[in-house]
């Protein structure tokens, strides 16, 4: 069924009318009067709606019930990713949303090479959100997870640090695995953060156990900065019973 | 430390020469004699050689010492993967790759939109076991994983079923879970196949049945045909203690 994502306050009556991409959306997907779509405020509680009238350029809907969603995962996990050069960090964004992140966080770090400027930035998180948009409504999602971006590691830190677990993985952690740090623990929420494309200074991996990181191991493989993050995020699902 | 595979045979002598895409690769590097590298027979047994001349267009190498890979998943995980389009099956073999998988088999289901013919399967071959080659070398791994195509479905069943565990992730599937088809069985190889962008047919996932698959969820998030075995192999890849 196909699934749009409005502002909350669009939920509060009993009609609604698509506008801007949904409006684009609903037309290519040539939606008929009477047919049910999902309609979703983006933070967790989505409602069925049945195409009620379509005139040029307008799908209005009428809200027949609406719930929780049942998509989202028990655990909060946010990913924190260094910068990444090319289309990473939109890959990332993309299956970390698909996989079930609760929010997508950006920061630098010495080694990124990609060090985008205060416009580009902005212009990043614009199309970097509307992809986790169009990637939760794909998969089903009842929640868009909020792209962040940070102006610095340390503050990546601090915030990440706030979460019941926070997990470093770093390629030259041999000893501690991830799942020693979740086992015979209960969290609601978890922080896990990957290098870029050159890894984490040594220094930078002190500074995250020095703000009550666990430094964890992803395998005897080197994962490359764009697979780091969802391998992680992929076990922590598993881990937490979600497949 | 610079990774090259070679034929098995060219590691039964104490010397050896790089050619080809090992050479060019060793030129991009700018190895000096005296540097350390490893070579791998791409089966697991991995030795560290000293450059000992250059030449040009030639460079030798001294083995020193010889070892099984330490970097190989104690588990053979086989990913099957339906044909899918564009890049897909592209970055489904780098990943697995990087992330452990044993071998990568493509072959083709009801609702493929990607239908090669044999001439474009060859070469398609081709050009994806180069990139397991290239996935193996710099993700450290002692082993490249075979592509291998099949011309049907249930020739990949078949296969697959041969392993101690066969598990088909389905999106209609909820109640079985990943976990549950692993805990409390031992395995030393598994298969974990997943459908094409448009899904597998019921009639498909029934075959499975039949063949002895285990038909399982990933979640309650749809998640697209190139992300589905990533997390699948992930997360065997924790369970069973990678990470």
């Known amino acids: 069924m196909a699934r749009f994502f409005v502002d909350a306050r669009e939920l509060n009556s009993d009609t609604l009318t698509l506008t801007g991409s949904n409006l684009e959306h609903a037309m290519v997907l040539r939606l ?96 970097w959100q509307k992809i986790a948009v169009s990637a939760a409504e794909q998969s089903g999602r009842g929640l868009v997870p909020q792209v962040i971006i940070l102006n610095s590691y340390p503050e990546a830190l601090k915030r990440a640090a706030q979460a019941d677990l926070a997990i470093l993985f770093y390629e030259n952690e041999q000893a501690n695995t991830l799942k020693a740090a979740l086992s015979n623990v209960k969290f609601q929420t978890i922080s896990l953060l990957t290098g870029p494309e050159g890894g984490l200074e040594c220094r930078e991996v002190e500074q995250a156990v020095q703000a009550g990181f666990h430094i964890c191991t992803l395998g005897k493989r080197i994962l490359r900065c764009e697979t780091a993050p969802l391998c992680a995020l992929s076990a922590v699902m598993y881990h937490t019973g979600e497949f």
Do not use: N
């Open 32 to 127: 008929k009067v009477g047919e049910e779509v999902i309609v979703c405020d983006g933070q967790g509680r989505e409602c069925k709606c049945v195409v009620s009238d379509i005139a040029p350029g307008k799908f209005s809907l009428t809200v027949k019930s609406c719930q929780v969603s049942e998509a989202e995962a028990a655990v909060k996990a946010s990913v924190y990713m260094a910068f990444s050069k090319g289309d990473k960090p939109e890959h990332v964004i993309q299956k970390a949303t698909e996989l079930g992140a609760y929010e997508i966080v950006a920061f630098p770090t010495e080694r990124c090479v990609s060090r985008p400027d205060e416009k580009s930035l902005k212009k990043k998180l614009e199309r």
